[in-house]
C-alpha cells in the first residue's frame, strides 16, 4: 500500500476528476488520481477508455470516407466502361 507524499496517509483508493489534457493540436480526455484524505494530485494521465473510444469513432469515420471514395470510384469506372463499349 503506497502512501501520500502530501500527507503520509496510507491510500487504497483514490479521487478521480475528468481534466483535460493537451497536446499540441490535439486535446484528450483525461483523469486526475487525488489523495482521498488532503485532495492532493497524485497522478494525472490519459483515460484509457475515452482514447479506445476516440479511436474506434475516428476508424469508424475514416472507415465511412474510404467506402464512399470507393463507391465514387465504382461510379466513375461503370461510366468509363460504358464508353468505351459505345465506341
Given at each position: 500500500m503506497s502512501k501520500c507524499p502530501?500527507?503520509?496517509q496510507f491510500v487504497s483508493s483514490v479521487s478521480l476528476a475528468e481534466v483535460?489534457?493537451?497536446a499540441g493540436t490535439?486535446?484528450?480526455?483525461g483523469v486526475s488520481y487525488s489523495?482521498?484524505?488532503?485532495f492532493s494530485v497524485l497522478s494525472v494521465g490519459i483515460d484509457?477508455?475515452?482514447l479506445k473510444s476516440d479511436t474506434v469513432s475516428d476508424v469508424t469515420d475514416e472507415m465511412a470516407k474510404v467506402r464512399?471514395?470507393?463507391?465514387?470510384?465504382?461510379?466513375?469506372?461503370?461510366?468509363l466502361l460504358q464508353?468505351?463499349?459505345?465506341r
Open positions: 502530501k500527507c503520509s483535460n489534457v493537451n490535439k486535446q484528450w480526455v489523495c482521498p484524505f488532503c484509457p477508455v475515452a464512399q471514395d470507393i463507391a465514387a470510384l465504382r461510379s466513375q469506372l461503370a461510366t464508353q468505351l463499349v459505345q
